[in-house]
């Protein structure tokens, strides 16, 4: 298992239309993720700023974001957060939300 | 079980100090986090800001921080950690981390 940590702006202002659609996924984004051996998966939010924390129980993360970014309604999903989210200047290439780096962890 | 978000700014400066000692926890603190009740500790670095996720599996959150908090050995660590780390202006009234809000969750 894996654990990440992520990072990404977000239009304050639209911060409550966010917490919305997260609070009513749409149950074929959930299924995805799940399929993507996704876990544990939560978002926080704080000052502008979307943290979240997820555990990758799988053994291929690149093929399964892959398979999951095809899903035509993970899409559409994505394609409205989008508009919302704010990445940070900091980011790497390739990168819509920074990835964090773990500098500790306690069982 | 309760999860729990925490932000907090770091002198960028000292981000190597303050990453060797989370490397080579005191096997005290780590023993008083346990004692606690605090599980699946971790934390992460991006642009001048800790973000913390920790699970609590006890049934009386104050208290078991308060215990913690009275520890002689983790008082000694958290004088140091707090020489480094950078509260938010935005904190709530006795926050050092901040609470952030969880805005959603899958399992």
Same mark, same amino acid.
């Given at each position: 298992?894996? %654990?990440?940590?992520?990072?990404?702006?977000?239009? +304050?202002? %639209?911060?409550?239309?966010? +917490?919305?659609?997260? =609070?009513?996924?749409?149950?074929?984004?959930?299924? $995805?993720?799940? !399929? $993507?051996?996704? %876990? *544990? /998966? =939560?978002? /926080? /939010?704080?000052?502008?700023?979307?943290?979240?924390?997820?555990?990758?129980?799988?053994?291929?993360?690149?093929?399964?974001?892959?398979?999951?970014?095809? *899903?035509?309604?993970? !899409?559409?999903?994505?394609?409205?957060? *989008?508009?919302?989210?704010?990445?940070? !200047?900091? %980011? !790497?290439?390739?990168?819509?939300? =920074?990835?964090?780096?773990?500098?500790?962890?306690?069982?």
């Amino acid at each position: 298992m894996k %654990r990440y940590g992520m990072v990404i702006g977000i239009d +304050k202002e %639209r911060l409550n239309e966010y +917490k919305t659609y997260h =609070s009513e996924i749409w149950p074929e984004v959930a299924e $995805a993720l799940k !399929k $993507a051996n996704i %876990r *544990n /998966y =939560s978002i /926080y /939010y704080k000052d502008g700023l979307l943290f979240s924390y997820y555990e990758y129980i799988g053994t291929d993360f690149e093929n399964d974001m892959r398979i999951m970014d095809e *899903n035509e309604t993970v !899409k559409k999903w994505q394609e409205i957060m *989008n508009t919302v989210q704010q990445p940070l !200047k900091t %980011r !790497k290439e390739g990168e819509w939300w =920074s990835e964090m780096d773990e500098i500790f962890h306690l069982e």
